[in-house]
């Protein structure tokens, strides 16, 4: 079995993340709310909804902002 570190984060509305540190694979998943994450150029790669996932590969210099309140993220 492989063990991975998970980061939990709780965001408001307009609040942001930044992965900088993340390297190689991130795999994010929405509990709750929606998130949009920008690339490092500000272009939008993607947007998730409560109850989606996305891994994504080649973009360690991302940014993820909450569009709704209580936006709860999981990080892998």
């Known amino acids: 079995m492989m063990k991975r570190n998970f980061i939990k984060v709780c965001l408001r509305q307009g609040e942001s993340l930044n992965w ?4 190689n694979r991130i795999c994010v998943l ?17 947007r998730l909804n409560a109850g989606e996932a996305n891994v994504f590969e080649g973009t360690p210099e991302c940014m993820g902002t909450s569009v709704t309140n ?4 999981i990080i892998v």
């Open 30 to 46: 929405v509990l709750q709310g929606s998130i949009v994450v920008f690339g490092r150029h500000g272009k939008m790669l993607f």
């Open 70 to 73: 209580d936006t709860e993220v």
């Open 20 to 23: 900088e540190n993340f390297n």
